[in-house]
């Protein structure tokens, strides 16, 4: 799900931006660190705003400058629960795994509906039943979270297409 | 899933009372009994005199034990007042998820996280119950983890699976076994230039480069790849194994497969194999391995896994080899590479000394060439870091192997690629090989005989690479450093189909070996029964390449000489085990059951000789005739590679080297010395107008070589003092040879049965024995009627020959090399002995001789 959400991060800048433009670079500084980058719990897809600039501070014996910056940004958090939409990255024997946006979700196959089957038919692995419903690399999916688990900066998650509406998604 | 109690308990504990009855649902920490348990426990008394005092007393304390699993309880094996002493078995829990498939610390079918510690009552860790990583993974990290249950399930659907389909699994390694791969610039400039030499060959080199990688990659398919691949993939299903990275795997991948249509997605690379440096079939197919091929180049990183077809190295990059052996342990190499007449020595005969070597001659070693070469080829020459070369100790080996354990050293193997890779780009060994050849065409075109000439020789025999025929007088011709002439693919490929159909026979007959009514009953259906029973009964392709491949080289016995290092343990060497592979026995030493001599050209060596006088029954070949063998698997003829043939038994023959000794171009003093007599005979023997110069020169070459090398390898009539009647030496030696020929066979025939040959070793005391021997002799040979005065001849032979026994005598007593040759030479004697009984001196020469023989003779007898 995706959020407006306010943080606070503490950035060194180093001496040699010291200038009238030390804002700019702190600001630059904030956007190629942040954007994109995942907290362990959520992802910040993008900064919308920054809201103060803190005066910055020397540190003690590196004379970096510390500013404590606040912003605004759009995350996306994942839930238990969460129904989703991916595209199916690799295909293998005991499940597939499917991108949501930056997070990669496997679906195992206890968590698959028993009407698709594995087959390596054309050497592209693939879940497929005889009605046209096909799960390869490539496509669409939709499916819901059944658990997800973060570690520094990284997150996994488990996911089930084994309920009615979810699966492949007809293009 | 079965409980135990931890072994923490303070055993022995008492059952007092049951709190769950089987069929109950348990949660996480149900109470399931109550115990008591006895401990010892420091109480405060108040002792006689009023004082407080500490006192150890034991206590019996109630407990109650919780259940660390959930789900439902199938069976409680426990009664009230039963006492546990240790770790015991007492309930089995039938949970509703086991937690058998895992991703990033999560059970894939309950979404649970398994890295969490669950409670104070855990004993198992949850991420323990997967463990086996059966998927070639981009993920990296993230794998999926599965139990050994669930791998077990599902390594039998996937047999299934292959079975429906009738195909096997083919494991394909990348680099020196379907492609080579360089880094070298030059190649891409060579490649631009048509009016380089190597153009041509370079026409269907791909490049390409890996992502943060500045340098530029160059491909080259082993020929033929694409059909091979394509109709490979009609009976394996085929997987790539590779130490290389993943990048590099996936774009080589997607070279040698446009459109992945072959591979899929089935590709494991260093990345994903840990930190070993050993490929391991357990890691792509942890249960059941018999359906499984495996094709490489290196049999040692496969620890010689029964599964594997080695095959030989394709090496078309001269002197690049495998540009991710960093990561592989380091590579044994025959410590000779099999020198063959180069197309370009053979030219530059002609053209550099006015030698008439007839074309006729040229032609039959060039025929031999082309059969003998391309197996031969893959013998790599050295890599470009000189490290990676040579013997490698065992010590270095271990290490090596070991080393790989911990990230550091993974490290350290990154960095030696890196550094490979930068030599291989500052160094150019190509560029530098095709100027000395080019430099060397120069020379030769002006009719100089010059080091470069000599070098570039050099290099062409360390590639034992086959020179496109060119007529020498083609005024532009430059040599081409690389050649794409390689059919190792084609062998191949016919292989794996014989195994694949092997392999299906034998299943076929299984299945039909089995209740045959059932199965055709249940055929249809393709019943969960009838695949099990499939199952049981499938064969193991390991089983049966091996017996395909026994059968090859079955029988045969095998002496290695001067092909295996010195101080390299011959069984532990990877042709050595190759061979052994092909069911050839190999011994260190020359025996009664010995075949073949795998020998190098260049170094006559002991054995050799040794072997050359056993006749014809041990054939003397070049590797190049093994590497045949092992790349067609088949006995493949022998003659195109036999080696020192020009031994006096074999009759003369048009070696390349002899000639090149009658142009005296190339024999270098080296060669000079490694001649032994039994050359030098030879020589005389066919071209009797050098007889004696040459002859005598060796002489003294020949009393080294032989106090080096041969302590009890020798002949009567190799007696160095024998060169000094050199009048009619020729037509003796001659006619000698012949009749030593025909005895040395029926010398051999003892060998076989122990039987003979004790009659044998007695026959000079018992002439009766020899009488009969003579007069069969004399039905078999041939040349019976010259006899009277071939033997007039031997008798004024042995005349002048008393007195050069007394020098032998002092001469033996040096080496023992002139060690006359047991029965042979002893019957000989005694032949003579016999039926010109009234020569007088001839006998009391013969007497001496023969008291040197029953020493020898009865040594080597011990001995063979």
Redesign the interface.
């Known amino acids: 799900m995706f959020f407006v959400h306010e943080m606070e991060e503490r950035i060194p800048l180093h001496p040699s931006y010291f200038s009238s433009e030390a804002p700019d670079s702190i600001r630059e500084l904030l956007y190629k660190r942040k954007e994109g980058t995942n907290t362990g719990t959520m992802m910040i897809v993008r900064i919308i705003g920054i809201l103060e600039i803190s005066e910055p501070k020397v540190a003690p014996g590196t004379g970096m400058a510390l500013y404590t910056i606040s912003y605004r940004a759009v995350v996306w958090q994942p839930f238990r629960g969460e129904v989703v939409d991916g595209e199916v990255s690799q295909v293998v024997n005991n499940g597939f795994f499917v991108d949501v946006g930056a997070l990669s979700v496997f679906v195992s196959k206890a968590m698959i509906p028993s009407q698709l089957k594995f087959s390596m038919e054309g050497a592209t692995p693939s879940f497929a039943d005889n009605e046209g419903q096909i799960v390869e690399a490539g496509s669409q999916v939709r499916l819901r979270i059944k658990g997800i688990r973060s570690e520094l900066n990284q997150m996994y998650a488990i996911g089930s297409i084994r309920e009615d509406y979810l699966g492949p998604l007809m293009q | 899933m079965r409980l135990y109690t931890p072994n923490g308990l303070l055993y022995p504990v008492k059952v007092t009372r049951l709190l769950r009855q089987p069929g109950d649902e348990i949660e996480e920490n149900a109470p399931l009994f109550d115990y008591e348990y006895k401990s010892k426990v420091l109480e405060g008394h108040i002792n006689s005199k009023g004082h407080l005092e500490d006192k150890l007393v034991e206590r019996t304390w109630p407990a109650t034990f919780e259940s660390e699993l959930e789900g439902s309880l199938t069976s409680l094996n426990l009664t009230v007042g039963q006492v546990l002493t240790g770790k015991t078995l007492i309930a089995d829990i039938e949970e509703t998820c086991k937690h058998e498939?895992q991703?990033?610390?999560?059970?894939?079918?309950?979404?649970?996280?398994m890295?969490e510690v669950k409670s104070y009552n855990s004993t198992v860790k949850g991420t323990d119950r997967a463990t086996i990583n059966?998927?070639h993974?981009?993920?990296g990290?993230?794998t999926?983890l599965?139990s050994q249950d669930?791998t077990v399930r599902?390594d039998e659907?996937?047999k299934r699976?292959l079975l429906d389909q009738r195909k096997l699994t083919l494991v394909v390694d990348l680099d020196q076994t379907v492609i080579q791969c360089c880094v070298e610039e030059t190649v891409g400039e060579w490649k631009s230039d048509p009016s380089n030499p190597n153009f041509e060959a370079l026409k269907n080199v791909a490049s390409f480069r890996l992502p943060h990688d500045s340098k530029t990659y160059y491909l080259k398919f082993r020929p033929g790849l694409t059909d091979f691949l394509e109709e490979m993939?009609k009976y394996y299903?085929m997987h790539v194994y590779t130490m290389a990275s993943r990048d590099y795997a996936q774009i080589v991948t997607n070279l040698i497969d446009p459109g992945?249509?072959?591979?899929?997605?089935r590709v494991l690379s260093r990345d994903e194999n840990g930190p070993e440096m050993r490929k391991a079939l357990k890691r792509l197919f942890p249960v059941d391995t018999s359906m499984v091929v495996i094709i490489d180049d290196r049999g040692d990183v496969w620890q010689w896994s029964p599964n594997l077809i080695k095959v030989n190295a394709y090496d078309f990059f001269v002197g690049v080899g495998d540009i991710n052996s960093s990561f592989l342990p380091k590579r044994q190499e025959l410590e000779a590479k099999p020198k063959q007449p180069t197309q370009f020595e053979l030219e530059k005969a002609p053209d550099g000394v006015q030698a008439d070597a007839p074309p006729a001659d040229g032609q039959e070693p060039q025929g031999a060439d082309k059969a003998a070469r391309k197996p031969s080829a893959p013998l790599t020459p050295p890599l470009t870091p000189p490290a990676a070369n040579g013997e490698v100790s065992a010590v270095d080996l271990m290490v090596s192997m070991a080393g790989g354990q911990d990230d550091n050293s993974m490290e350290e193997k990154k960095h030696e690629h890196d550094e490979t890779l930068a030599s291989q780009l500052a160094d150019r060994p190509l560029l530098k090989k095709q100027k000395i050849l080019d430099a060397a065409d120069e020379e030769a075109k002006e009719g100089k005989d010059s080091p470069a000439v000599e070098e570039a020789t050099e290099i062409l025999r360390e590639e034992g690479e086959k020179k496109e025929a060119t007529p020498h007088d083609h005024p532009k011709y430059r040599h081409n450093l690389l050649q794409d002439d390689d059919t190792e693919l084609t062998h191949l490929g016919n292989n794996l189909r014989s195994v694949h159909d092997a392999f299906f026979a034998d299943f076929e007959k299984g299945v039909s070996a089995g209740d045959i009514g059932r199965v055709a009953e249940l055929r249809p259906g393709k019943s969960k029964k009838q695949t099990v029973q499939d199952l049981q009964n499938l064969p193991d392709a390991a089983v049966i390449m091996q017996a395909i491949k026994s059968r090859v080289l079955g029988g045969v016995h095998l002496v290695f000489s001067g092909v295996v290092p010195l101080g390299v343990n011959v069984h532990t060497h990877d042709t050595v085990i190759w061979a052994k592979t092909f069911g050839a026995t190999v011994t260190e030493n020359i025996t009664k059951k010995t075949t073949h001599v795998i020998a190098s050209p260049e170094r006559r060596t002991a054995k050799v000789r040794q072997a050359a006088k056993k006749g014809g029954r041990i054939a003397i070949v070049s590797s190049g005739w093994l590497f045949a063998c092992f790349s067609q698997w088949e006995k493949v003829d022998e003659n195109p590679f036999r080696i020192h043939s020009d031994a006096p038994l074999n009759g003369a023959a048009g070696l390349p080297g002899f000639e090149d000794k009658e142009a005296g171009t190339l024999s270098s003093s080296d060669e000079e010395a490694a001649l032994t007599e039994t050359e030098a005979e030879n020589e005389t023997d066919g071209e009797a107008v050098n007889g004696s110069q040459p002859t005598l020169e060796i002489d003294t070459d020949v009393e080294e070589e032989l106090a080096k090398y041969a302590p009890h390898d020798g002949r009567a009539d190799s007696s160095p003092t024998e060169e000094q009647q050199s009048e009619d030496w020729d037509a003796l030696q001659a006619e000698l040879n012949e009749f030593l020929g025909s005895e040395a066979e029926d010398s051999d025939a003892p060998d076989e049965s122990d039987n003979e040959s004790s009659a044998l070793s007695s026959n000079n005391s018992t002439p009766g024995n020899h009488k009969r021997k003579r007069d069969a002799e004399a039905d078999e040979a041939p040349t019976t009627n010259s006899e009277g005065s071939r033997l007039q001849k031997r008798k004024k032979e042995a005349m002048s020959r008393t007195t050069s026994l007394n020098n032998m005598s002092s001469a033996g007593n040096l080496d023992g090399a002139v060690a006359v040759d047991e029965p042979a030479a002893a019957d000989d004697l005694g032949g003579i002995d016999e039926e010109d009984g009234d020569d007088v001196d001839l006998e009391a020469a013969l007497a001496a001789e023969l008291e040197k023989d029953d020493d020898d003779g009865g040594e080597a007898e011990g001995e063979s």
């Open positions: 498939v991703f990033g610390g999560l059970c894939a079918n309950c979404g649970k996280d890295k059966t998927v993974d981009r993920h990290m993230h999926v599965v669930e599902a659907e996937a699976r993939s299903e992945r249509k072959i591979f899929g997605t």
